[in-house]
């Protein structure tokens, strides 16, 4: 399952975000530290071609890919040393697949800083939650380097890692995002990781909760997105950025789906604040679903782009896999466009694919396998 950490420093927004992308009610007060223990919730992707498909294969039971919010309580200045219970919030992010850091971005003389004061400094406060996650990595591999360092002498295959580490050490002090972090695939970034989790090496969507008013202002935004260019030192086209509103999404919860869609229209919102962050994160994972269909059941899968037909049979069952056979195929939207299974493998689009088959997103597959 996809989980998401929704980070930031206190009063930014972050709990009435939770509330409003997971329907919850966790304590949102104007106030530091209002959440101690992270606030965990679990939301269903929305994906309409499930409906369809249900529909079609005549079943009742829909099962969307899913999302896990972690709300983590506010972060503050000194964190990794263990300031305002930092160290034990840090903990909370490491098992996330992505950090959604959310900077305030909207005026209010009644929502304070964690220092008392009412201003906001978009650009510094991007600079010290970053500085806080660096930190505390820091801090990681100073604790696991000199073992490494040890084991190295004895086994020269581990060096590459020891340089591995120490670079990403170095940069992390100099204050940059360390570049293997972007110059290795994920596969060989774990394997350097090794079970270290470190913060920084998560991706990272910046979500500016914003007022209604700067949903419409182009150039708001455009200055916003430049604080975080600035914040992080990377290219504008290499950040995640989204602009939601907190308060505006805490009151479309209770509207029924098309009135909800009117008022954001209104703002020039195509698509809920849980959508707009759910798109990201499969983006920025480098994520896709492809969909079964039966009387049973229809379902969404996510997987990586790229894999091919076995390891997304895996998604479903390791027999799956281990066993696979072939996989039939078919494209949802011939699969709509002609109507039924029957009348799609008719029209010759229907097709059985072997072990080498690259997923493709609107894919509606059956595995077959032996075991």
Same mark, same amino acid.
């Given at each position: 399952?996809?989980?998401?950490?929704?980070?930031?420093?206190?009063?930014?927004?972050?709990?009435?975000?939770?509330?409003?992308?997971?329907?919850?009610?966790?304590?949102?007060?104007?106030?530091?530290?209002?959440?101690?223990?992270?606030?965990?919730?679990?939301?269903?992707?929305?994906?309409?071609?499930?409906?369809?498909?249900?529909?079609?294969?005549?079943?009742?039971?829909?099962?969307?890919?899913?999302?896990?919010?972690?709300?983590?309580?506010?972060?503050?200045?000194?964190?990794?040393?263990?300031?305002?219970?930092?160290?034990?919030?840090?903990?909370?992010?490491?098992?996330?697949?992505?950090?959604?850091?959310?900077?305030?971005?909207?005026?209010?003389?009644?929502?304070?800083?964690?220092?008392?004061?009412?201003?906001?400094?978009?650009?510094?406060?991007?600079?010290?939650?970053?500085?806080?996650?660096?930190?505390?990595?820091?801090?990681?591999?100073?604790?696991?380097?000199?073992?490494?360092?040890?084991?190295?002498? %004895?086994?020269?295959? *581990?060096?590459?890692?020891?340089?591995?580490?120490?670079?990403? #050490? /170095?940069? =992390?002090?100099? +204050?940059?995002?360390?570049?293997?972090?972007?110059?290795?695939?994920?596969?060989?970034?774990?394997?350097?990781?090794?079970?270290?989790?470190?913060?920084?090496?998560?991706?990272?969507?910046?979500?500016?909760?914003?007022?209604?008013?700067?949903?419409?202002?182009?150039?708001?935004?455009?200055?916003?997105?430049?604080?975080?260019?600035?914040?992080?030192?990377?290219?504008?086209?290499?950040?995640?950025?989204?602009?939601?509103?907190?308060?505006?999404?805490?009151?479309?919860?209770?509207?029924?789906?098309?009135?909800?869609?009117?008022?954001?229209?209104?703002?020039?919102?195509?698509?809920? %604040?849980?959508?707009? *962050?759910?798109?990201?994160?499969?983006?920025?994972?480098?994520? #896709? /679903?492809? =969909?079964?269909? +039966?009387?049973?059941?229809?379902?969404?899968?996510?997987?990586?782009?790229?894999?091919?037909?076995?390891?997304?049979?895996?998604?479903?069952?390791?027999?799956?896999?281990?066993?696979?056979?072939?996989?039939?195929?078919?494209?949802?939207?011939?699969?709509?466009?002609?109507?039924?299974?029957?009348?799609?493998?008719?029209?010759?689009?229907?097709?059985?694919?072997?072990?080498?088959?690259?997923?493709?997103?609107?894919?509606?597959?059956?595995?077959?396998?032996?075991?």
């Amino acid at each position: 399952m996809l989980k998401i950490a929704i980070v930031g420093l206190p009063n930014v927004g972050k709990s009435t975000l939770f509330n409003a992308l997971t329907d919850s009610d966790a304590l949102a007060a104007n106030y530091p530290f209002a959440t101690i223990e992270p606030n965990t919730g679990i939301v269903s992707v929305r994906d309409r071609r499930l409906d369809k498909l249900a529909e079609m294969y005549h079943t009742d039971k829909v099962v969307p890919a899913t999302v896990e919010f972690v709300d983590v309580a506010g972060l503050v200045a000194g964190a990794n040393k263990g300031d305002g219970l930092g160290n034990k919030f840090l903990a909370n992010i490491r098992d996330c697949n992505a950090i959604c850091h959310v900077v305030r971005g909207f005026e209010d003389e009644s929502v304070q800083r964690a220092d008392g004061s009412t201003t906001i400094d978009p650009q510094g406060d991007i600079e010290i939650i970053n500085t806080e996650l660096a930190l505390s990595d820091v801090s990681v591999i100073e604790t696991h380097l000199p073992k490494l360092i040890r084991e190295a002498k %004895g086994n020269p295959k *581990l060096k590459p890692r020891v340089e591995f580490l120490q670079s990403v #050490q /170095s940069q =992390l002090l100099e +204050g940059r995002v360390p570049t293997e972090f972007s110059e290795l695939d994920a596969d060989e970034l774990k394997e350097n990781l090794d079970g270290l989790n470190l913060l920084s090496a998560l991706p990272v969507i910046y979500l500016f909760n914003v007022s209604e008013a700067t949903l419409t202002d182009k150039e708001r935004r455009n200055e916003l997105k430049q604080f975080a260019v600035k914040a992080t030192g990377q290219a504008a086209d290499k950040l995640q950025v989204l602009f939601i509103c907190a308060e505006l999404e805490s009151e479309i919860r209770a509207l029924p789906e098309n009135e909800a869609a009117e008022l954001l229209a209104d703002y020039g919102v195509t698509d809920s %604040g849980l959508d707009q *962050l759910v798109k990201a994160a499969y983006n920025t994972l480098g994520l #896709q /679903s492809f =969909l079964t269909a +039966g009387e049973k059941e229809v379902r969404a899968w996510t997987i990586h782009k790229g894999w091919v037909a076995p390891q997304a049979a895996g998604v479903i069952h390791s027999d799956f896999e281990r066993g696979f056979i072939a996989a039939q195929v078919v494209d949802y939207n011939d699969l709509i466009k002609y109507g039924s299974e029957a009348a799609a493998r008719a029209a010759g689009k229907v097709h059985l694919e072997g072990k080498t088959y690259v997923m493709q997103p609107d894919d509606v597959v059956e595995f077959r396998f032996n075991v």
